[in-house]
């Protein structure tokens, strides 16, 4: 699986847009970016995953760069609930047979809102 | 709905007693993992099931041994607790189609085991 690099932790006004950076330089064509995010002491919670165009649900964007080296989580409106460790993840498919669909968490960027 | 359910959510342990970890998922999903995180790091995986009848082994297997009881069920079972074993312990349950993780993974609320 390709390595990721993120900060290790970010502070964001609660209300403003919440930027979280993922480089994943050796990301290869069959990998796919997700993230999840873990509130103090709950079990991680999906948030988004993408290849290769820009996707958005309820909760957050991805944005992924056209040479897929580097993702954005974009939380559009953060609030104090959304103080986590977020986690970016990268994982591709039929990676050593039948161990597809394992996930590995690195440290993850702690964002901190506040009001 | 209730997603993935752990049992129990509190366990204090005397060194080298033994007990199981209990995880149940209500959403039909084929996969279904355990991991432990310990304080200031992330999650790692103990073992998995990536069907029913299926397991295998994780990156900290050593000490743990687990059942796939049924496509609901995976329990993880320290046979004779040590105090490194001291952490939390989260199962989670996907879905996979076409060799593609669907939608993530949904995750328990975490068993807080401390070895004593």
């Known amino acids: 699986d390709a390595k990721t690099t993120q900060p290790t932790s970010m502070d964001c006004a609660e209300g403003r847009a919440a930027n979280l950076p993922c480089n994943h330089s050796?990301?290869?064509?069959?990998?796919?970016v997700y993230w999840y995010r873990q509130i103090h002491s709950q079990g991680p919670q999906y948030i988004i995953h993408?290849?290769?165009n820009n996707e958005t649900n309820e909760m957050a964007s991805l944005i992924i760069t056209e040479d897929r080296k580097s993702s954005t989580l974009i939380l559009p409106h953060a609030t104090l609930r959304d103080t986590a460790v977020y986690y970016c993840?990268?994982?591709?498919?039929?990676?050593?047979?039948?161990?597809?669909?394992?996930?590995?968490f690195g440290q993850g960027t702690i964002l901190t809102v506040h009001p | 709905n209730a997603g993935v359910t752990q049992t129990p959510k509190f366990q204090v342990l005397k060194t080298g007693q033994s007990m199981t970890l209990q995880c149940a998922q209500d959403?039909?999903?084929?996969?279904m993992y355990w991991y432990r995180q310990d304080p200031g790091m992330g999650l790692r995986l103990i073992y998995y099931?990536?069907?029913?009848?299926?397991?295998d082994k994780g990156e900290v297997p050593n000490g743990y041994n687990v059942s796939r009881l049924n496509k609901r069920e995976f329990s993880l079972r320290l046979e004779s607790a040590a105090p490194s074993q001291t952490s939390v312990y989260f199962c989670?349950?996907?879905?996979?189609?076409?060799?593609?993780?669907?939608?993530?993974?949904?995750f328990g609320s975490g068993t807080r085991l401390t070895v004593v």
């Open positions: 099931s990536a069907s029913e009848g299926t397991t």
């Open positions: 993408g290849l290769k």
């Open positions: 989670a349950s996907s879905d996979i189609s076409g060799r593609v993780l669907l939608y993530g993974y949904t």
């Open positions: 993840i990268v994982r591709g498919w039929n990676a050593g047979g039948t161990s597809y669909g394992k996930l590995t």
């Open positions: 959403m039909n999903h084929n996969s």
């Open positions: 050796t990301i290869s064509g069959n990998e796919y």
